[in-house]
């Protein structure tokens, strides 16, 4: 591992060999291939590099096949590190060494044990903090979140979610707050303060880079114009093996800013 960073900065954790073997719920399972996968998640940790976010390892796991998405094992709330329960049980053993990294990193590891959460679930806008409550995050974790949050200054907000796998793959937010999402996947937009609504599914999923920027995958273009047009600077990349696995670009990272 690399010398111990100081935020921000971002956990990543390479690709399994046994990448193929992902869950999939709620898309038709595709032929996986892992040499680009690798690939590409080379590329997209040299964008987090490029653009203020220099990237720190979990130590890789290729007996655990969705581990390359490390959102769904640790979300930040400030210094607060909070390691998620998957509901899947092929997925639990992932938060070991997430738990482990941020331990080693100098931050207090803090479970969930009531209810069932993943990451992907997690949306924070501003001091906002909304829940899918989904096939992997349940009641109890919203509640557990709310008790270890409201004291910190967050609101948590639970968000019924029935069409797709995390709240993240239906919305996510720009730079200023805006919440965006392809509608036909929205269940309820009306609960986020602004909604704008995007032209491709993909489109859906940005990670906001700074003030000014965003990464966008490469298969959005009509919403990469949209945001353009809204002042933005859009840096995309090509993640199809991921998205072939329900991932999708805030999947493969973890913000650290405090």
């Given at each position: 591992?690399?010398?111990?960073?100081?935020?921000?900065?971002?956990?990543?954790?390479?690709?399994?060999?046994?990448?193929?073997?992902?869950c999939v719920s709620f898309i038709e399972r595709r032929p996986v291939d892992v040499s680009l996968a690798h690939q590409q998640?080379?590329?997209?940790?040299?964008?987090?590099?490029?653009?203020?976010?220099?990237?720190?390892?979990?130590?890789?796991?290729?007996?655990?096949?969705?581990?390359?998405?490390i959102e769904d094992a640790v979300v930040m709330f400030d210094g607060l590190a909070v390691i998620t329960n998957p509901a899947?049980?092929?997925?639990?053993?992932?938060?070991?060494?997430?738990?482990?990294?941020?331990?080693?990193?100098?931050?207090?590891?803090?479970?969930?044990?009531?209810?069932?959460?993943?990451?992907?679930?997690?949306?924070?806008?501003?001091?906002?903090?909304?829940?899918?409550?989904?096939?992997?995050?349940?009641?109890?974790?919203?509640?557990?979140?709310?008790?270890?949050?409201?004291?910190?200054?967050?609101?948590?907000?639970?968000?019924?979610?029935?069409?797709?796998?995390?709240?993240?793959?239906?919305?996510?937010?720009?730079?200023?707050?805006?919440?965006?999402?392809?509608?036909?996947?929205?269940?309820?937009?009306?609960?986020?303060?602004?909604?704008?609504?995007?032209?491709?599914?993909?489109?859906?999923?940005?990670?906001?880079?700074?003030?000014?920027?965003?990464?966008?995958?490469?298969?959005?273009?009509?919403?990469?114009?949209?945001?353009?047009?809204?002042?933005?600077?859009?840096?995309?990349?090509?993640?199809?093996?991921?998205?072939?696995?329900?991932?999708?670009?805030?999947?493969?990272?973890?913000?650290?800013?405090?």
């Amino acid at each position: 591992m690399s010398a111990w960073p100081s935020p921000p900065f971002a956990l990543v954790r390479r690709p399994a060999a046994s990448l193929a073997n992902g869950c999939v719920s709620f898309i038709e399972r595709r032929p996986v291939d892992v040499s680009l996968a690798h690939q590409q998640w080379l590329a997209y940790r040299a964008v987090l590099d490029e653009h203020g976010w220099p990237t720190f390892e979990v130590e890789p796991d290729d007996s655990l096949p969705d581990s390359v998405f490390i959102e769904d094992a640790v979300v930040m709330f400030d210094g607060l590190a909070v390691i998620t329960n998957p509901a899947a049980p092929t997925r639990h053993p992932e938060i070991v060494a997430a738990a482990e990294t941020i331990r080693r990193l100098g931050y207090e590891p803090t479970l969930i044990r009531q209810g069932t959460l993943d990451g992907g679930d997690v949306l924070k806008v501003g001091r906002t903090v909304y829940v899918g409550l989904s096939t992997r995050t349940n009641r109890a974790a919203v509640e557990e979140l709310r008790e270890l949050l409201t004291p910190r200054g967050w609101e948590v907000v639970g968000v019924p979610l029935t069409k797709v796998l995390h709240l993240k793959s239906a919305v996510t937010a720009l730079p200023d707050g805006t919440v965006i999402g392809y509608r036909p996947l929205v269940d309820d937009a009306s609960i986020f303060g602004t909604f704008l609504d995007v032209p491709e599914e993909s489109g859906a999923h940005v990670v906001a880079l700074d003030a000014e920027a965003v990464l966008l995958s490469v298969h959005a273009p009509r919403t990469a114009q949209l945001l353009r047009e809204r002042g933005l600077t859009v840096v995309a990349v090509d993640i199809s093996e991921f998205e072939k696995l329900e991932g999708c670009v805030t999947c493969l990272s973890v913000r650290v800013r405090a």
